[in-house]
């Protein structure tokens, strides 16, 4: 087939241009013609936190990647729109994120499937953002008017799915491991690169830090008493796309800058099987989630998971076979690091079992079945 996806890609950086290429990539594999259709602008500069929205690695040559779409200009989208309709691609497919590109998204999908042959399908972040605004629920029903399918990467977005459509096909496919960093590296080899001690028990925050992904909990996890005990450290990795002071001077107010470490920067890819294989622990104490990037790598690099009863992460870490699932609360992420201090236990059977339901063919068979029932 001739599939093209809309969306975040190369010049772009982060998990979503990872996630569109990796998938791509795999569409490809099984003789697929595929492309991808980028931003020239993805968000104006006043609306992104971080310091830079762009790789600085040079650009993949698998596929083609053009940049076509501004996400702020009605102009473009019909222009965009009209291109990709003249090029009748079989399936154009589109990662919904957030409610502020349903107008982009949407009125380029009308222009395109009035060519009475593409079929439009969205794989679904979030229906429902994390960090919701006025206007959300409008937006989204925009959205949802002009795909023909969905593809939910958490049960709890299938479900919430129907709060705007329940005609429209729609499948549950877990997101596909990141097994875009490479091979595992040796342990002691991760730790001498990043100067970690071997002989702490070492905990890992990875990612961009925004507030719903709960730091803060997790810090205030650190400091209960009974951890005193252990040689327990915290390495939170990943840019600041929220207020960094507040997490500073918590972690200063509780007398806790020898055990928690910052590396506050945007991770490049090339870096990161450093953090993950270093790692005794990945810990993620969101307050609220759907399904998350940093799970799959940690699936791909084999490592124990921390996570919080919350969205679709209980689903994707099964508790005492892959990690623990405990409550978003301080006590209940320090009772499960304890146990991890005091038990050691071996999850990586677990994992590996675990791991082989998260293939990208897995995700590519799910978009095929809902093409097929339109």
Known sequence: MKITLIGTAYPYRGG???????????????????????????????????????????????????????????????????????????????????????????????????????????????????????????????????????????????????????????VLCPHPLFDNFGESIKKEDAQKTLNLNPDDINLLFFGLIRGYKGLDILIEAMSDERLKEFPVKLLVAGEFYDDSKRYYDRVKELSLEERIRFDARFIPDSEVKNYFCATDLVVQPYKSATQSGVTQIGYHFEKPMLVTNVGGLAEIIPNKKVGYVVEPKAQSIANAIIDFCINRPDFSEGIKQEKKKYSWENMTQAIEKIYKQL
């Open 16 to 170: 979503l241009a990872l996630y569109n290429e990796r998938l791509m990539e795999e569409f490809q594999k099984q003789s697929n013609e595929v492309s991808i259709n980028t931003f020239t602008l993805q968000y104006p500069s006043f609306l992104f936190p971080g310091e830079t929205q762009f790789a600085t690695w040079e650009k993949p040559n698998k596929f083609p990647i053009k940049r076509t779409v501004n996400s702020i200009n009605p102009f473009n989208w019909i222009k965009t729109g009209r291109s990709i309709k003249k090029q009748r691609p079989d399936i154009v497919i589109i990662k919904y994120w957030l409610p502020f590109f349903s107008p982009c998204f949407s009125i380029m999908s009308k222009i395109i499937k009035s060519n009475h042959h593409t079929k439009v399908i969205t794989i679904v972040d979030n229906i429902i953002p994390h960090e919701k605004r006025r206007f959300d629920t409008t937006l989204t029903n925009m959205f949802v008017r002009n795909m023909d399918g969905f593809v939910a990467m958490s049960k709890s977005v299938f479900d919430e799915i129907t709060k705007f459509n329940v005609m429209k096909p729609r």
